[in-house]
């Protein structure tokens, strides 16, 4: 089974946590006391009275959030995630075909979020979400130009090394043509 995160990305939330308490004057167990009082229930709103009264950023604030509140869903909580997201059987089926082509990717690590399934090896290279309608939303690490079916790359909240994106209305649309630009993004990362 693939990992969660790329070297790089845990090398990234190491340095999140250690520089915590060299850039706030607090330690992480000072910022969950501080979490603990927050009158807000919801991660949204927890995060942003983080912000608003304490001054701590996104990736701090979850990072607090997830020590002060463990049984909420976090980012080490793949199988809740996964199944939270991919509810609807139409779409977990097209993520499913996706998956499959993946899944024997030398050095493939698999992230799962919130909104949406990641894959990457030194980088992300194609991450997919479900789409109302029973479709999914794949990105990819190609241009927008590699095939018809591709549109330029929207601000998703995916990776900035997406360029292209493609909404799939069922799992036959994973096609040849479909493996191979996967295939393409994974080579470009």
């Known amino acids: 089974m693939a990992e969660d995160l790329t070297e790089r990305q845990k090398k990234w939330f190491a340095s999140v946590q250690a520089s915590l308490e060299r850039d706030t004057g607090k330690t992480l167990s000072e910022w969950v006391a501080i979490a603990k009082t927050c009158?807000?229930?919801g991660r949204r709103k927890q995060t942003e009275w983080l912000k608003a009264h304490h001054g701590l950023g996104v990736n701090r604030a979850a990072q607090v959030l997830h020590e002060a509140f463990p049984e909420a869903l976090g980012w080490d909580d793949s199988d809740g995630l996964r199944a939270a997201l991919w509810k609807d059987p139409a779409s977990a089926a097209i993520f499913e075909k996706i998956e499959a082509v993946v899944q024997d990717f030398e050095g493939l690590v698999t992230g799962q979020r919130k909104g949406?399934?990641?894959w990457s090896r030194n980088f992300q290279f194609a991450s997919v979400r479900p789409v109302k309608g029973g479709k999914a939303r794949l990105g990819l690490c190609v241009a927008p130009d590699a095939d018809v079916r591709l549109e330029p790359y929207r601000n998703e909240g995916w990776s900035e090394r997406l360029k292209a994106a493609v909404t799939l209305a069922s799992p036959d649309e994973v096609d040849a043509t479909m493996?191979?630009?996967?295939?393409a993004s994974w080579d470009a990362s």
């Open 39 to 41: 009158p807000e229930t």
């Open 116 to 118: 949406f399934s990641a």
């Open 179 to 183: 493996v191979k630009l996967i295939k």
